[in-house]
């Protein structure tokens, strides 16, 4: 049972390796490129909904946020209606890269599901969002201070 997490987080990481290695050409540091694809999807988005959706804490976010904008990837602009609130867009450098990380993703989805079916892949999706829909419920829990009862 247990591993099943086991073989998920050693996908994730070989993906994240390779990922990390084959950006490094343009400047994006570890880990960097989850918060770009997200933003150029998401043009406009808060800082606050990057984090959610890459399940990451606010301070990490910012920080990875941060070096994107330094490195001219992505730009922060004032909410029309209220000041407080910083949206993130993609710069033209941003856009530029975006089809190659993109290209990445896609390349890897290939081999990662290289000999199966069109049903299994669709069962494994399947299954792969309900286990992050029941994680989700824990990482709210805990992100909030509260503590599991193992």
């Given at each position: ?130 286990v992050r829909k029941n994680i989700e419920k824990d990482w709210e829990y805990v992100k909030k ?6």
């Amino acid at each position: 049972m247990s591993e099943i997490l086991r073989e998920i987080g050693m996908i994730a990481r070989a993906l994240d390796s390779i990922s990390n290695i084959e950006f490094k050409e343009y400047e994006l540091a570890k880990g960097q490129y989850l918060y770009l694809v997200r933003i150029c999807e998401n043009p406009g988005i808060i800082q606050e909904k990057v984090a959610e959706m890459i399940k990451v804490d606010r301070t990490t976010a910012a920080r990875s946020i941060k070096k994107l904008e330094i490195k001219g990837f992505i730009e922060k602009k004032e909410d029309q209606h209220n000041r407080k609130i910083k949206k993130l867009f993609p710069t033209e450098k941003g856009k530029q890269i975006y089809p190659f990380i993109k290209r990445e993703n896609d390349y890897s989805n290939t081999v990662a599901l290289e000999g199966l079916s069109e049903k299994e892949i669709e069962t494994v999706s399947n299954l792969l969002q309900r286990v992050r829909k029941n994680i989700e419920k824990d990482w709210e829990y805990v992100k909030k201070g509260n503590k599991r009862n193992y």
